[in-house]
């Protein structure tokens, strides 16, 4: 390898794991934020689960009447019950895996932000998600 390729590939690798390092800190903040999800809804405080939904979400939430009454009266076993089996982060948008559902998320100026969630699969098909904006 001639030096100055060595040194050009020398000078990008830490750009390349500085880039890894971000997806992970971003994947740590996604699968946080849809721990406090479940959490709010599991400890009957849906004025904290409200909070951490996308703005699209709350106002498809919120045509079934307002949005702490709908989210109370959710099955709080359906949202992001245990620990996380798996998170994916594509770019602003992020799924987090658990045993029965998933959480979709996007990244907001103000953190990550639940976009779908109580999410089970359909193959062939889109997931079908208790909380979700159209």
Same mark, same amino acid.
């Given at each position: 390898?001639?030096?100055?390729?060595?040194?050009?590939?020398?000078?990008?690798?830490?750009?390349?794991?500085?880039?890894?390092?971000?997806?992970?800190?971003?994947?740590?903040?996604?699968?946080?934020?849809?721990?406090?999800?479940?959490?709010?809804?599991?400890?009957?405080?849906?004025?904290?689960?409200?909070? =951490?939904?996308?703005?699209?979400?709350?106002?498809?939430?919120?045509?079934?009447?307002?949005?702490?009454?709908?989210?109370?009266?959710?099955?709080? =076993?359906?949202?992001?019950?245990?620990?996380?089996?798996?998170?994916?982060?594509?770019?602003?948008?992020?799924?987090?895996?658990?045993?029965?559902?998933?959480?979709?998320?996007?990244?907001?100026?103000?953190?990550?932000?639940?976009?779908?969630?109580?999410?089970?699969?359909?193959?062939?098909?889109?997931?079908?998600?208790?909380?979700?904006?159209?």
């Amino acid at each position: 390898m001639r030096p100055a390729a060595a040194l050009l590939l020398m000078s990008a690798l830490p750009l390349g794991l500085a880039g890894c390092g971000d997806v992970e800190q971003r994947a740590s903040a996604a699968r946080s934020a849809a721990l406090d999800f479940g959490a709010a809804l599991r400890a009957s405080d849906p004025e904290r689960a409200c909070a =951490a939904l996308a703005p699209g979400t709350r106002e498809e939430v919120e045509q079934d009447g307002p949005c702490p009454t709908v989210l109370a009266d959710l099955d709080p =076993a359906t949202a992001a019950a245990g620990e996380p089996v798996a998170t994916d982060v594509y770019g602003e948008q992020a799924r987090v895996v658990f045993a029965r559902d998933s959480v979709f998320l996007a990244s907001f100026p103000d953190g990550w932000k639940v976009t779908a969630a109580g999410c089970t699969p359909r193959p062939g098909r889109p997931a079908r998600c208790e909380v979700k904006a159209d």
